[in-house]
């Protein structure tokens, strides 16, 4: 059921109304049908009430013509006399048509105590020759009668309606008439009438959908591309309501790229008022005799100058000048790895294929090397690989540290969290490496996953999109 809903709403709006259509279409078909049904009934009791009444009128106004009256009545059908009624007990009674023909009966001066009807779908045998409308469709179809405007019947019998009435001798009248069905012309009706709802009812509303969903797709993908400080305005278009979230998008985007570039104006005002008299205190720090002080000063300058750097990459983060290019990933790796190297880390690459993607090159390179900094930190040594998985880069930095609990994995990428509780440099850092590393990786439509690996240690991946 969910592969045959429709994501889009134009088109579970039309489905909905399809299907309550169809719902409409079935019940009024339903209710034609039994109207037809009845109409045949009624139609076929009119017959037999005509026939009795022109049977007993014969009977009562010249007996002289009786052998007259009689020969064409066995051709039409012959009421059937008797002491007994037609319709026994063990009928289904019709009480609808016996009210009519009762009516009918009366309007026509002719008075019966008791009226039964009944509809059956086969005749019984002793109403066999006492029966009217089987020969309807044979006249019908006479070439002469077709010569003179009449057409060929091509209804067929469904059943007989019996009518049996009592006269005040106590003898009973009965005589039989056969339904005819109409159905093929109800159905060709109905199945014309619902295309032509479908038609009147669904075009305008594909139509009106169309006219909807337009801008609400122009809406929905600028809010998926949207980047802080953009200043081309999505247009308005659509009905009163969609042009009024428009409007309202057009708003929002404008106060969140204000307060952004707010934002970014104080973080260059604080980075400038920050690293002044930090480069003065170091300076004044050089002049300190005591050389382990001065190390530990240096190092704490060091250190705040270094947080106060990862913090404003990270907020300024979304926002790069830098472009995209293509670049060797297996080149990038290598320059990274000579520079660990050169500092004395054990950091191991194996180099395979040539891989590129399209990246900000000085972004991924500080995402690798907090991701390959954290491997020597914890672990002492990093190995590096790279494989490609469908249509992304997957760069695997494994150390043999002794990895992070299950339970804490998530929350290391949450800022300044650091696995060392501690806040020196030596043994951690500021605790927004990860934070910094995974914000690159999403920024390029990837993402960085931590695993433990099942013979110790911690596998990071950094997910790159290929394209």
């Not at 300044?416 to 605790?431: E, H, K, V």
């Amino acid at each position: 059921m969910k592969r045959l809903w429709p994501k889009s709403l134009v088109g579970q709006l039309l489905l909905v109304v399809a299907l309550m259509l169809l719902l409409a279409q079935g019940i009024n078909s339903f209710l034609l049908y039994r109207g037809a049904q009845t109409q045949n009934l009624v139609e076929a009791s009119t017959s037999a009430v005509s026939r009795i009444a022109f049977g007993l009128d014969r009977q009562a106004n010249d007996r002289s013509v009786m052998r007259y009256g009689a020969a064409r009545t066995r051709r039409m059908g012959q009421i059937r006399y008797s002491s007994e009624s037609a319709v026994t007990g063990d009928m289904p009674r019709l009480p609808e048509l016996e009210a009519r023909a009762g009516q009918a009966f009366a309007n026509m001066g002719i008075g019966f105590s008791e009226i039964r009807v009944t509809s059956l779908r086969d005749l019984t045998d002793d109403m066999t020759g006492h029966v009217i409308g089987t020969n309807r469709g044979e006249w019908r179809n006479n070439p002469i009668n077709r010569s003179m405007g009449g057409q060929a019947s091509p209804t067929e019998t469904t059943g007989f309606v019996i009518i049996s009435a009592k006269q005040a001798d106590g003898q009973w009248v009965s005589i039989a008439s056969a339904v005819r069905a109409r159905t093929p012309l109800l159905v060709r009706t109905l199945l014309f009438q619902t295309i032509t709802i479908y038609l009147l009812m669904l075009i305008p509303l594909i139509i009106l959908g169309r006219y909807i969903s337009r801008p609400l797709k122009s809406l929905t993908a600028r809010a998926h591309s949207f980047k802080p400080g953009e200043t081309e305005m999505l247009e308005e278009q659509g009905p009163p309501d969609t042009r009024e979230l428009i409007r309202a998008f057009n708003d929002m985007s404008g106060r969140v790229s204000s307060m952004i570039k707010e934002k970014d104006v104080m973080l260059g005002a604080i980075g400038h008022d920050l690293r002044t008299p930090l480069a003065a205190l170091r300076v004044r720090v050089e002049n300190v005799e005591d050389d382990d002080d001065r190390e530990r000063m240096i190092a704490g300058i060091e250190d705040i100058d270094h947080t106060l750097d990862d913090i404003l990459s990270l907020a300024r983060l979304g926002r790069s000048n830098e472009s995209t290019d293509m670049v060797d990933i297996r080149s990038l790796i290598e320059t990274i790895v000579d520079e660990f190297t050169d500092l004395g880390h054990d950091v191991r690459y194996q180099r395979g294929e040539k891989q590129t993607a399209n990246i900000r090159e000085t972004l991924v390179r500080r995402a690798l090397r907090n991701l390959i900094g954290n491997a020597t930190l914890y672990g002492q040594t990093a190995d590096i690989s790279v494989e490609k998985s469908g249509d992304m880069l997957m760069i695997y930095i494994d150390d043999d540290g002794p990895g992070i609990p299950e339970e804490k994995i998530e929350t290391m990428f949450e800022p300044f969290l650091r696995g060392d509780a501690s806040r020196n440099r030596a043994t951690g850092g500021s605790g927004l490496g990860l934070t910094l590393a995974r914000a690159i990786a999403r920024e390029h439509g990837g993402d960085i996953i931590l695993k433990n690996r099942e013979n110790g240690g911690l596998r990071a991946t950094l997910c790159l999109p290929v394209g």
